[in-house]
């Protein structure tokens, strides 16, 4: 013991020797270490004990064992327990050197590792707090906007009904341009309300009939513009596992949305179909209408972030959004490919059912 101090001491390691395990663990107490270097065999505590006992005092400790060549099985136990590498006795400096500076490096790179992951956990902490934050914000918000919308409608509805006979129609049309700027801030209310309650609403999934629910849902929209010719094609659709609520509101949107894009086809073609992938089931909608540009793919599922203009298409700018957090909640993903004039397509991942 006394020998391999010197020895260690001389390649600039500070070093601390003791013949006995109590006095080894007392040190530690007292102060901290960074390897422990400890025969296998010794009297009053084996190896092992000593090292689940300094591991106790110090988790961060590095160990290493040092055993004769009949006991390597012993020594496997030992690095079992946590003891880093070992060492052969009668070992060679040569040996025994690369072997510590090995264990001290790992040690570093475990502790750099650990505050790593402390600082990511608080981060993700604090952007957890600043999401509920902001959701709240976003709701309160909204429920307070809620109440003027519905009055200044409702103020200009009377208004158009009651009075519309006595006035000028240039009033008449100043009139028209106010309840639709008004029906369009009702419908950007309600959509922030529902993207906001999105992350407050816990989720009841349960198995999915998905071509039961997309059939329910065209004929929910269809039923709005009986006068139009659509060609609709589905494919087989397997079942998933999620929130039959949402899924119902994620087809909802990217349907409306293919039948608005749409609207000025001559001959309009919705493609709905899945195919499975890696133990999940990707979906995907597909249109004919008018496309996007993948330049701006990145805008896609950002809220208020429209491709078209509100003169050629309506819409809020917050469906694509709602969309987007309903797939993310279910741990699935959501993207879409396109090319103006050409068409879109929407692909999204769900937990296949089994």
Same mark, same amino acid.
């Given at each position: 013991?006394?020998?391999?101090?010197?020895?260690?001491?001389?390649?600039?390691?500070?070093?601390?020797?003791?013949?006995? /395990?109590?006095?080894?663990?007392? /040190?530690?107490?007292?102060?901290?270490?960074?390897?422990?270097?400890?025969?296998?065999?010794?009297?009053?505590?084996?190896?092992?004990?000593?090292?689940? /006992?300094?591991?106790?005092?110090?988790?961060?400790?590095?160990?290493?064992?040092?055993?004769?060549?009949?006991?390597?099985?012993?020594?496997?136990?030992?690095?079992?327990?946590?003891?880093?590498?070992?060492?052969?006795?009668?070992?060679?400096?040569?040996?025994?050197?690369?072997?510590?500076?090995?264990?001290?490096?790992?040690?570093?790179?475990?502790?750099?590792?650990?505050?790593?992951?402390?600082?990511?956990?608080?981060?993700?902490?604090?952007?957890?707090?600043?999401?509920?934050?902001?959701?709240?914000?976003?709701?309160?918000?909204?429920?307070?906007?809620?109440?003027?919308?519905?009055?200044?409608?409702?103020?200009?509805?009377?208004?158009?009904?009651?009075?519309?006979?006595?006035?000028?129609?240039?009033?008449?049309?100043?009139?028209?341009?106010?309840?639709?700027?008004?029906?369009?801030?009702?419908?950007?209310?309600?959509?922030?309300?529902?993207?906001?309650?999105?992350?407050?609403?816990?989720?009841?999934?349960?198995?999915?009939?998905?071509?039961?629910?997309?059939?329910?849902?065209?004929?929910?929209?269809?039923?709005?513009?009986?006068?139009?010719?659509?060609?609709?094609?589905?494919?087989?659709?397997?079942?998933?596992?999620?929130?039959?609520?949402?899924?119902?509101?994620?087809?909802?949107?990217?349907?409306?949305?293919?039948?608005?894009?749409?609207?000025?086809?001559?001959?309009?073609?919705?493609?709905?179909?899945?195919?499975?992938?890696?133990?999940?089931?990707?979906?995907?909608?597909?249109?004919?209408?008018? #496309?996007?540009?993948?330049?701006?793919?990145?805008?896609?599922?950002?809220?208020?972030?429209?491709?078209?203009?509100?003169?050629?298409?309506?819409?809020? #700018?917050?469906?694509?959004?709602?969309?987007?957090?309903?797939?993310?909640?279910?741990?699935?993903?959501?993207?879409?490919?396109?090319?103006?004039?050409?068409?879109?397509?929407?692909?999204?991942?769900?937990?296949?059912?089994?």
């Amino acid at each position: 013991m006394r020998a391999l101090c010197e020895t260690l001491g001389d390649h600039h390691y500070e070093v601390e020797g003791y013949s006995a /395990a109590g006095s080894a663990l007392a /040190a530690l107490r007292e102060r901290r270490f960074d390897l422990l270097l400890t025969d296998l065999m010794m009297p009053e505590m084996d190896g092992i004990t000593l090292l689940q /006992a300094a591991h106790q005092i110090d988790p961060d400790l590095v160990a290493i064992i040092m055993t004769g060549e009949g006991t390597i099985i012993s020594a496997v136990d030992a690095m079992k327990s946590g003891a880093l590498d070992y060492i052969l006795k009668p070992f060679k400096l040569s040996v025994v050197l690369p072997v510590l500076e090995r264990a001290l490096g790992i040690r570093d790179l475990r502790i750099k590792n650990a505050i790593l992951e402390a600082r990511e956990r608080e981060h993700m902490l604090e952007l957890e707090a600043a999401l509920k934050d902001l959701e709240a914000f976003s709701y309160s918000v909204s429920h307070d906007l809620h109440a003027p919308v519905r009055i200044a409608g409702s103020y200009l509805t009377m208004l158009s009904e009651d009075f519309s006979e006595q006035l000028p129609a240039e009033a008449s049309r100043f009139l028209n341009v106010a309840q639709r700027s008004i029906d369009h801030m009702r419908q950007l209310v309600d959509d922030l309300l529902r993207l906001a309650r999105l992350g407050r609403q816990p989720l009841a999934k349960r198995r999915v009939n998905m071509e039961a629910l997309v059939q329910e849902v065209l004929a929910e929209l269809l039923a709005t513009a009986p006068e139009r010719e659509i060609a609709i094609e589905t494919d087989e659709l397997p079942a998933c596992v999620g929130d039959v609520g949402l899924l119902r509101q994620v087809y909802f949107n990217l349907l409306s949305n293919a039948l608005k894009f749409t609207r000025d086809r001559q001959a309009p073609l919705i493609q709905i179909g899945a195919r499975p992938e890696d133990g999940q089931s990707v979906y995907f909608v597909r249109d004919n209408g008018a #496309g996007f540009d993948m330049r701006y793919e990145a805008k896609l599922f950002a809220a208020f972030q429209r491709l078209h203009s509100s003169a050629e298409f309506e819409g809020s #700018g917050i469906g694509l959004s709602i969309t987007h957090k309903i797939i993310e909640r279910h741990g699935g993903r959501i993207w879409g490919e396109g090319e103006p004039d050409r068409g879109a397509t929407f692909y999204f991942t769900l937990p296949a059912a089994t």
